[in-house]
């Protein structure tokens, strides 16, 4: 009888730890999800990775509309784009007003490319207002986009060859700016197509690579993103000039 409550008190106290240790082990999974998924939202709004392009204009981060009287306005800078060359060890950071400290926290890496609301002079020195709201003092690495159309769809590598067709950290070809390559019926997704200052026309991969659009090396299977802001997409959501042109003229007659 005495053995019997003893391994049943046994039995109590075996459940009862049993029970302690799985709910220790569950709060100790709870606590490592939130701290990672905490610490990836510290990181979010501090690291820049790849292609990034500001989507909000004229707003700080916290989205209070900003004032842009910081700056003289330069009329005759009339590119919405930019992108970053070779930084050759320097560290580009941004801050919320000219002349302040930049923030170490956030850098812009090579081949990033960023919408500009407009440059312009503060104590002499010039910046680029971005379409996010901080401000990039102007550098060598920072070369002005001729085109920026965005683009939905993919690649096709034809060229046959042991070396492949390079990727790019930015878009100059002739750079030492090779990152790895794609080969003959490799897939490659697109987001966008670039024209440099230097006519040079590149597409631009999802990660930010850049990669050449002769057709000797690849079929081209994109189409035109209709959220990007080209001239033709506003064309497209309105009646054509010209057609309004005729149709007047031929009322006229």
Known sequence: MGNTEEEKEAHEKKDGFSFGTVLLSVLLVVLAIGFVFGFKYFLSGRIYSGLTIAEFAGKDPQGETREKSDLEKDSAFQYQYIMLQSLEGRKLSFSEKPGEKADPGVRAVEGQIFKVDYRGYADGQLYYLLDNGLYLMDDKAILPLKEYVALDGYLTITYISSSGVPLHKWADFDADNIVSAVYVGDKVDVSAK?????????????????????SRYLNDHTVVDNSSFTLENIWSDQDDPAEEKDAEDSTDD
């Open 194 to 214: 670039v024209l440099t200052l230097k006519d040079i026309p590149a597409f631009v991969t999802p990660d930010g690579y850049y990669i050449t659009t002769d």
